[in-house]
């Protein structure tokens, strides 16, 4: 099986800065894309940001220019550096790993699976 293990998250302020970190374990052999994606409550789960095993990236508008997504595939980690943070900002945020590819050479399954979720505040 595979998990994904989220940290970082908090209250700050608006203006401020958080960063968050997602560890996946288990028996990898790789992951194709990992990513971001947050709930504010009422609304539906979107994509924050996304990156694939070879650094190409994609953003929601709304975070384009105060979020950069980055990944160590050795660690199989993936990273969130949120400034300037907003109210709006406020959601739980979860990690995703999409095309994770785990077992052995000869014996392997793929899978997409999602971290607990780590909840950010943003007060104004």
């Known amino acids: 099986q595979v998990q994904l293990v989220e940290s970082g998250g908090g209250l700050v302020q608006a203006g401020g800065s958080l960063r968050l970190s997602c560890a996946a374990s288990?028996?990898?052999?790789?992951?194709?894309?990992m990513g971001w994606y947050r709930q504010a409550p009422g609304k539906q789960r979107e994509l924050v940001a996304a990156?694939?095993?070879?650094?190409?990236?994609n953003y929601a508008d709304s975070v384009k220019g105060r979020f950069t997504i980055s990944r160590d595939n050795a660690k199989n980690t993936v990273y969130l550096q949120m400034t300037s943070l907003k109210p709006e900002d406020t959601a739980v945020y979860y990690c995703?790993?999409?095309?994770?590819?785990?077992?052995?050479?000869?014996?392997?399954?793929?899978?997409?699976?999602w971290g607990q979720g780590t909840l950010v505040t943003v007060s104004s």
């Open positions: 995703n790993a999409d095309r994770v590819v785990a077992g052995t050479s000869v014996s392997y399954r793929y899978f997409n699976v």
């Open positions: 288990g028996s990898i052999i790789s992951i194709d894309v």
């Open positions: 990156i694939t095993s070879g650094g190409s990236t």
